[in-house]
């Protein structure tokens, strides 16, 4: 058996696999995440591909998770699982379920919970020159950020505006786009993203929320309401001395923030510009 | 510290008590055990147990710090209206909202 590894933070995860069509699969999800040294172990996963029965096999230590022919739900399958067994044992920084974004080196991260547009901002503001370190994952450690660079993990209401305002195609499948059954996956270079390679300083907060009844606004919020929406988004609290409490607090303390309403995508850039300028 | 915008919390997801009762003369204790910290006139409290976060804004920071163990809910109305006369018409009601959430939350109660 084959073994690719994912390494994330201080987090080194390994994937057995058996096949092309599986190695295409990690190519496709891993290929931008760099090497690491010095990582702790988590779990394992299998990924292979029956060339007889036309057919993905995902397991995550014994468990099965996937058996069936779609590409795009194993590689979305393996993600999601592979991103809960890097959080379970991180402990180097503050690890938060939250996009980030970079212009001229001023850090932009936007934290939130699933469904609340963080994948759609991203390929927006990449799509509009903004450099990409994530849709998903961010950790922060030593006053950077470092993102987890998969593809971009598209649901249907994101498809709709970013097809409406790119122009990218994302209902059909292809080499850069797989259908997950909740969506699309995308390659950030869809988006003519730059992949940010340095490790910008978190300078901005943005706490995004989609919903299609409520025009573009941008509000400023105080700094323990930052405090308690960014404890909301950290997902290796348990791995943290106090949960992170200090830590999350001098974050609140350094960075503006702000909550973004938006329901499309025409005064998004203006508005995050304002705010880095 | 100006007593100037409604109770807010963030994170409400109990039903509130009744504010019919809550009786002026009852103590409101404090749970033990947050970690909290003061940002501006604004509190985070953060509960390692339940994994709680919340956000108090500026008035409501107040009486979460006037909620002592000691004074009853007469005693920290006197103490609010006395502080701020102008807004005595605003102030009881904002008190009984803020404490009638705080039970909600599991933040304090009442003896």
């Known amino acids: 058996m084959n073994q690719y590894r994912v390494t994330f933070g201080d987090v080194s995860i390994s ?21 690491a040294e010095n990582y702790l172990v988590g779990d394992s996963f299998q990924l ?36 809960h067994a890097i959080s379970q044992p991180c402990q180097s920084g503050l690890l938060f379920h939250a996009a980030a974004l970079s212009w001229n080196n001023v850090g932009i991260l936007l934290p939130g919970e699933s469904g609340a547009g963080k994948t759609t901002l991203s390929a927006w503001l990449s799509s509009q020159g903004f450099g990409f370190l994530s849709d998903e994952l961010i950790l922060v450690k030593d006053g950077l950020l470092t ?9 249907q ?9 790119t122009g990218v195609g994302l209902h059909v499948e292809g080499a850069d786009v797989l ?3 909740q969506g699309v996956l995308a390659r950030s270079s869809l988006f003519n993203a730059v992949v940010c390679s340095d490790l910008p300083p978190p300078r901005l907060l943005i706490f995004p929320q989609y919903n299609a009844k409520i025009e573009f606004e941008l509000t400023p919020i105080s700094k ?6 960014l404890m909301n988004c950290l997902i290796n609290a348990r791995n943290l001395n106090k949960h992170g409490f200090t830590e999350i607090n001098a974050l609140a303390k350094s960075v503006s923030a702000y909550e973004m309403n938006y329901n499309c995508l025409d005064k998004v850039v203006d508005g995050v510009l304002g705010l880095v300028r | 510290m100006v007593y100037s915008s409604r109770l807010f919390i963030c994170t409400v997801i109990a039903p509130v008590k009744a504010i019919d009762d809550i009786k002026p003369s009852q103590i409101p204790t404090p749970k033990q055990g947050y970690q909290l910290e003061a940002l501006d006139d604004e509190l985070f409290l953060y509960d390692i147990g339940n994994t709680q976060a919340i956000h108090l804004n500026s008035a409501s920071a107040l009486v979460w710090q006037l909620c002592d163990g000691h004074r009853n809910i007469q005693d920290i109305n006197t103490l609010l209206q006395d502080a701020y006369p102008d807004k005595r018409d605003q102030i009881t009601q904002d008190l009984y909202d803020s404490l009638s959430a705080f039970l909600a939350q599991g933040m304090i109660q009442l003896a």
């Open chain 1, 179 to 181: 259908k997950t059954g």
């Open chain 1, 157 to 165: 209401v994101g498809i709709d505006l970013l097809e409406k305002a």
């Open chain 1, 48 to 83: 292979l591909y029956s060339e007889q029965n036309k057919e993905y096999i995902l397991h995550r230590q014994d468990k099965l998770l996937y058996q069936g022919s779609a590409a795009g739900i194993a590689a979305a399958r393996l993600l999601d699982a592979l991103i």
């Open chain 1, 15 to 35: 994937v057995a696999w058996q096949g092309k069509a599986a190695l295409a699969i990690l190519d496709y999800l891993f290929a931008n995440i760099p090497p």
């Open chain 1, 224 to 229: 323990a309401n930052s405090s308690m929406r």
């Open chain 1, 147 to 155: 993102g987890f660079q998969r593809p971009l993990h598209i649901k």
